[in-house]
C-alpha cells in the first residue's frame, strides 16, 4: 500500500525559530494536507493543497505541494510556544481513496 | 469544537467487559471514519461509512464492532479486548468519501484495557 514517510520524527526547537518538516512518497498524491494535534485532541486541518508547485499560507504556516506529486513541505516561522503538538502529513491519490497519513512530526517548543 | 463530537472522552474497562464509544458529527456530512492511534504508530484506519453504508473493514479484529444508524451517529462497540487495544480512538467525517475536502476530526476517546 501507498506510505508516507513523515521527518523529521521529532523536534525540540527554542521559540522564535523557524520549523521545515516534509513528507515523501513513492506514489504521486493529488491532494496534500497537512494536520496538527494537540495534546489529548484530535487532529485538526491546518492547510489544504490541491494543485502541484502550489504554495499556501495559513498565518506563520506556509505549506507547499511538490512539483513531482510526490511530496509536500510545512514550514512554520517564528515558533511560539502553542506551536507544540504532533503534524501530521496527509496525501490523497484519487477521489474515492483513503487519505494517506505520516508518521507525524512531534514538535517541542523552548521559552 | 470541531463539529465531531465522541463520547466518553475517556473510558477504563476490563477485558471481560462490553462498552461503546460513540461519535456524533453536526456539520452535514455523509462519510464517517473510525482510526485507532497508538503510541509511536501513524493513525490506523478502522472503517469507512459512507451515507450509512460501510465501505471499509480495515482488516480489524471482530471484538470491535461497528453500527452507523445514521449519517450523523457512528458507534464503535467493544468486547474482550485486550490490553494491546489500549489507544485514542478517533472519529472523523468528511463531505463523502469520494471528495476530499479533508477530514474533521473528534477529539478522541482515550481507551485503557485492563
Known amino acids: 500500500g501507498q506510505q508516507l514517510n513523515q521527518s523529521p520524527q521529532s523536534m525540540f526547537i527554542q521559540e522564535g525559530e523557524d520549523v521545515s518538516m516534509n513528507c515523501t512518497s513513492s506514489?504521486?498524491?493529488?491532494?496534500w494536507l497537512w494536520y496538527k494535534q494537540d495534546p489529548g485532541e484530535g487532529p485538526v486541518l491546518l492547510i489544504a493543497?490541491?494543485?502541484?508547485?502550489e504554495l499556501t499560507s495559513n498565518g506563520r504556516l506556509t505549506a507547499q505541494f511538490g512539483i513531482t506529486r510526490k511530496d509536500s513541505f510545512l514550514n512554520i516561522s517564528a515558533s511560539i510556544p502553542s506551536d507544540v503538538g504532533i503534524y501530521f502529513c496527509?496525501?490523497?491519490?484519487?477521489?474515492?481513496?483513503?487519505?494517506?497519513f505520516g508518521g507525524g512530526t512531534r514538535l517541542m517548543v523552548k521559552p | 469544537e470541531t463539529g465531531v463530537t465522541q463520547t466518553p472522552r475517556h473510558l477504563v474497562m476490563g477485558m471481560t467487559n462490553k462498552k461503546s464509544l460513540k461519535c456524533e458529527q453536526h456539520?452535514?456530512?455523509?462519510?464517517m471514519y473510525w482510526y485507532k492511534q497508538s503510541a509511536k504508530k501513524p493513525l490506523e484506519l478502522m472503517f469507512v461509512?459512507?451515507?450509512?453504508?460501510?465501505?471499509e473493514n480495515n482488516s480489524v479484529p471482530s471484538r470491535f464492532s461497528p453500527e452507523c444508524p445514521n449519517s450523523s451517529h457512528l458507534f464503535l462497540h467493544l468486547h474482550t479486548l485486550q490490553p494491546e487495544d489500549s489507544a485514542l480512538y478517533l472519529c472523523?467525517?468528511?463531505?463523502?468519501?469520494?471528495?476530499?475536502?479533508?477530514?474533521?476530526f473528534g477529539s478522541g476517546t482515550r481507551l485503557t484495557v485492563v
Open positions: 461509512y459512507n451515507f450509512k453504508e460501510q465501505t
Open positions: 506514489s504521486i498524491f493529488n491532494t
Open positions: 456539520l452535514g456530512h455523509n462519510a
Open positions: 493543497l490541491y494543485k502541484a508547485g
Open positions: 472523523a467525517s468528511s463531505q463523502e468519501v469520494r471528495r476530499i475536502y479533508g477530514y474533521t
Open positions: 496527509a496525501g490523497q491519490t484519487d477521489a474515492g481513496n483513503m487519505l494517506t
